[in-house]
């Protein structure tokens, strides 16, 4: 196997070279005092290995790993750091091994012993996918992973900055995000090295734990950003804003088409988690899905089903108290239904919460129509 060495600390460069080459395991193709120089000899020869120091100046070394998965995944990497609380960090990002400095020679042996086996060991094939396996991705109310094989199974984020990290990704899908960009979202309170340290080790493990799920999504990184992307993966804001419909219904069978879409918006978009990066997108989908609930109960009413109109009216106005336009079917529905009580009680209760709340009362034009139908 082909390694390089990274550190910018030329003393301790020189003593793994040393002792990798007394060793005789590993043929060192080039050893770096920067990041930088060490990804440029990676963009024109093969390497398998990577020997990182982590703390470095300019480009740390969680950092470089990052440009070094973007130009191979396959580079193993053994992080070397001169501080317990980074080994341990390195550890966790799922590396080969990590070198605590100064580098020992039993440790070092041991660190070879594990590239050794992890070398020879078969690639397993991968699994065929059952063709009745689905996954899905749910965004309204909650962020949540759904397999069919395993409809209980839950998704245990690490951390809530990583779910919240891959939500942000997820809400942007397909569109790169400056690095700078989500650490101003997602960590605006930290310090800037420390903040983009945070992103580099969750990113790592939102990896891991997509790849534990067997989701087809991947976390990409170029040019300082990121962005997400996903196949054979069904995703129900994508699926809601297909199937939507804000024209009226002009049949039975379109009335049933639209109830499953509907039934996809299980409540808003990312509303458990209260992200306010999040707040435009919510209220753009919160407008879609009234709008074209209103169209179904209209619908329901013009076909004589007033009691399923009320129903699913009164679930909206707890969404938006302040529509008229919901008020008014309620109205209609109660009427239809020859619930007189029910209706004088509903608008009473209608221009108690506007003049409470707003300040305001009902529309003249409204307001005449009701005392006609009393």
Same mark, same amino acid.
């Not at 093969?46 to 100046?57: E, H, R, S, W």
């Not at 590396?95 to 039993?106: F, G, I, M, N, S």
């Not at 992973?145 to 891959?166: H, N």
């Given at each position: 196997?082909?390694?390089?060495?990274?550190?910018?600390?030329?003393?301790?460069?020189?003593?793994?070279?040393?002792?990798?080459?007394?060793?005789?395991?590993?043929?060192?193709?080039?050893?770096? %005092?920067?990041? /930088? &120089?060490?990804?440029?000899?990676? +963009?024109?020869?093969? $390497?398998?290995?990577?020997?990182? !120091? @982590?703390?470095?100046?300019?480009?740390?070394?969680?950092?470089?790993?990052?440009?070094?998965?973007?130009?191979?995944?396959?580079?193993?990497?053994?992080?070397?750091?001169?501080?317990?609380?980074?080994?341990?960090?390195?550890?966790?990002?799922?590396?080969?091994?990590?070198?605590?400095?100064?580098?020992?020679?039993?440790?070092?042996?041991? %660190?070879?012993? /594990? &590239?050794?086996?992890?070398?020879? +060991?078969?690639?397993? $094939?991968?699994?065929?996918?059952? !063709? @009745?396996?689905?996954?899905?991705?749910?965004?309204?109310?909650?962020?949540?992973?759904?397999?069919?094989?395993?409809?209980?199974?839950?998704?245990?984020?690490?951390?809530?900055?990583?779910?919240?990290?891959?939500?942000?990704?997820?809400?942007?899908?397909?569109?790169?995000?400056?690095?700078?960009?989500?650490?101003?979202?997602?960590?605006?309170?930290?310090?800037?090295?420390?903040?983009?340290?945070?992103?580099?080790?969750?990113?790592?493990?939102?990896?891991?734990?997509?790849?534990?799920?067997?989701?087809?999504?991947?976390?990409?990184?170029?040019?300082?950003?990121?962005?997400?992307?996903?196949?054979?993966?069904?995703?129900?804001?994508?699926?809601?804003?297909?199937?939507?419909?804000?024209?009226?219904?002009?049949?039975?069978?379109?009335?049933?088409?639209?109830?499953?879409?509907?039934?996809?918006?299980?409540?808003?978009?990312?509303?458990?988690?209260?992200?306010?990066?999040?707040?435009?997108?919510?209220?753009?989908?919160?407008?879609?899905?009234?709008?074209?609930?209103?169209?179904?109960?209209?619908?329901?009413?013009?076909?004589?089903?007033?009691?399923?109109?009320?129903?699913?009216?009164?679930?909206?106005?707890?969404?938006?108290?302040?529509?008229?336009?919901?008020?008014?079917?309620?109205?209609?529905?109660?009427?239809?239904?020859?619930?007189?009580?029910?209706?004088?009680?509903?608008?009473?209760?209608?221009?108690?919460?506007?003049?409470?709340?707003?300040?305001?009362?009902?529309?003249?034009?409204?307001?005449?129509?009701?005392?006609?139908?009393?």
């Amino acid at each position: 196997m082909k390694a390089i060495l990274i550190d910018d600390e030329k003393p301790a460069l020189q003593h793994l070279e040393r002792l990798l080459t007394k060793d005789g395991r590993l043929e060192i193709s080039g050893k770096y %005092t920067s990041a /930088r &120089l060490g990804l440029q000899h990676l +963009q024109q020869d093969k $390497a398998d290995v990577v020997f990182l !120091d @982590i703390g470095m100046p300019e480009m740390n070394g969680l950092e470089a790993a990052e440009h070094i998965a973007a130009l191979n995944r396959g580079i193993q990497i053994v992080y070397i750091t001169a501080y317990t609380e980074y080994a341990i960090e390195a550890f966790e990002l799922n590396a080969v091994d990590y070198l605590l400095k100064p580098v020992t020679t039993q440790r070092l042996s041991k %660190t070879l012993e /594990r &590239l050794d086996s992890r070398e020879k +060991q078969p690639r397993a $094939a991968e699994e065929p996918s059952a !063709d @009745i396996r689905s996954l899905s991705i749910l965004c309204f109310k909650r962020l949540e992973f759904l397999d069919s094989c395993e409809p209980g199974r839950k998704l245990q984020w690490r951390t809530s900055k990583a779910q919240e990290v891959f939500a942000l990704l997820l809400h942007h899908r397909g569109q790169w995000l400056l690095k700078d960009t989500i650490v101003d979202l997602v960590w605006p309170a930290f310090p800037p090295e420390k903040a983009v340290t945070n992103l580099h080790t969750t990113v790592y493990h939102i990896r891991k734990l997509l790849k534990i799920w067997g989701l087809n999504v991947l976390v990409e990184f170029s040019q300082e950003r990121y962005r997400l992307t996903y196949e054979e993966v069904s995703f129900d804001v994508e699926d809601f804003m297909r199937g939507w419909r804000g024209t009226p219904v002009q049949n039975d069978e379109e009335w049933v088409n639209r109830e499953r879409v509907l039934a996809l918006y299980r409540g808003d978009y990312l509303g458990e988690h209260l992200y306010d990066w999040a707040e435009p997108r919510r209220k753009e989908l919160q407008t879609a899905y009234l709008q074209m609930a209103l169209r179904s109960a209209e619908y329901e009413l013009n076909t004589a089903r007033p009691s399923h109109s009320l129903s699913r009216l009164l679930s909206l106005q707890a969404v938006d108290p302040y529509s008229e336009d919901i008020c008014r079917l309620i109205l209609r529905s109660y009427a239809d239904l020859g619930d007189f009580i029910g209706f004088r009680k509903h608008y009473e209760n209608y221009k108690a919460l506007l003049y409470s709340e707003l300040g305001i009362h009902p529309d003249s034009v409204m307001d005449s129509w009701v005392q006609r139908v009393l």
